[in-house]
């Protein structure tokens, strides 16, 4: 069976979803709930209805498009993303999935397919942490992996809690309600730009995603004593920003420690109390990202870190309080997942190498519930997060072909 791609129709689709936006083209600034969000979450459900999709939305405003089956009882194919976007960010990440998997399922019912599963496009709620300072909010939700009530408190920069932010948005059920069923998928895939440099430096067509990395974050605060840059003297001082830069540096030593390439350690956000030139810093904030593959050695950088802080508070006569944010499982795919994605990959001709994600997805969330797979294409200079990013279109058409045949495999009715 033959399965053609409507390119020109999902590149117009694409380029109409990022006009919703607060930032000026070529970035997209979409945020969970903002007016634009809203906007675009109107028009993705007008092109689902389009397409004979049934739509549906829990609590907290994931949005699911479901393909009815010839056996509708038995456990549906998700695939999708989110459209949610950083300020200032590109076009494409998550996109791809939301659009990409919409079109494969398009691309399915031009050809006659009919699947025996339901297939279900969903498009996340919030995967980017840009507003309440947690990513993949509404995938934990679905599996489970974030209660309710902690949820529900989550607070944005306004101060404004998750639970009235929501509900002014327009959903107003019980955040009871989202958690799926266990048995609600019998399969997962999720197409997605590389956000790396990978496959194109390689010159391989597509990745199939072995395994997620388990993302850790937590906020390491440390509190000085401030005062006049020129009254008071160097010895003696309890600068929080020296503290601070020995703790970054240590959390840079750590990670390259492990002598895993998997490890990764970022601090993102340093911010610095009074910041004044010249007055010496009292307090701040540090914002820790750390990812690995393994959790356990993982977690052992964590501990190293930790007994760092402690050591510089003690030498510096600092105080430092740690708060982790989260601390997720590594997630693995399913070799059956995989064996479909391959053969379909075979079908069509197309190169594609095994590879790891370093970046966190909602798929990582949708395996504690589900077997899960992920499928890359690649972006130019492995550019992500940034208004230059960019994949071809024949990239992306590569990417729905071989997820559409993954779909109609996927779909076959075989055991309940």
Known sequence: MIFEVDQKRLDG????????????????????FSKQDAKARAWLKERCREAGLAIREDAVGNTFARWAGTRAELPAV????????????????????????????????????????????????????TRFGIGCLGSRLMSGTLS???????????????????????????????????????????????????????????GLVTSIAAPASFRITIEGEGGH???????????????????I????????????IDTVATVGICQVHPGAVNSIPSRVQLAVDLRDTDAARRDTVLREIEVACGEVGERRGVKIDWQMINADAPAQSSPEILAALTAACEAEGIGFKRMVSRAYHDSSFMAQIAPIAMLFIPCRGGVSHRPDEYSSPEEISRGVRVLARTLASLSAGGKS
């Open 229 to 247: 840059a020129g009254g008071r003297l160097m010895p003696g001082r309890r600068d929080a920003l020296c503290a601070a830069a020995e703790i």
């Open 249 to 260: 540096l240590a959390v840079e030593r750590f990670a390259l420690g492990t002598g895993a």
């Open 13 to 32: 689709e694409i380029e109409t979803l990022a006009a919703f936006s607060d930032a000026e083209a070529p970035a997209v600034t979409r945020v969970v």
């Open 78 to 129: 998700g695939t999708g993303s989110h459209v949610d976007a950083i300020p200032h960010a590109g076009k494409y990440d998550g996109v791809v999935g939301v659009l990409g998997g919409f079109e494969a399922i398009r691309t399915l019912q031009r050809s006659g397919f009919q699947p025996e599963r339901s297939i279900e496009l969903v498009i996340f709620t919030s995967e980017e942490p």
């Open 148 to 206: 309710p009530s902690e949820a529900a408190g989550l607070r944005d920069a306004e101060g404004d809690t998750l639970e009235a932010v929501r509900r002014g948005a327009g959903f107003s059920g019980s955040l009871d309600e989202v958690r799926l069923p266990g048995d609600y998928y019998s399969a997962w895939v999720e197409l997605h730009i590389e956000q790396g440099p990978i496959l194109e430096r390689e010159g391989v067509s597509l």
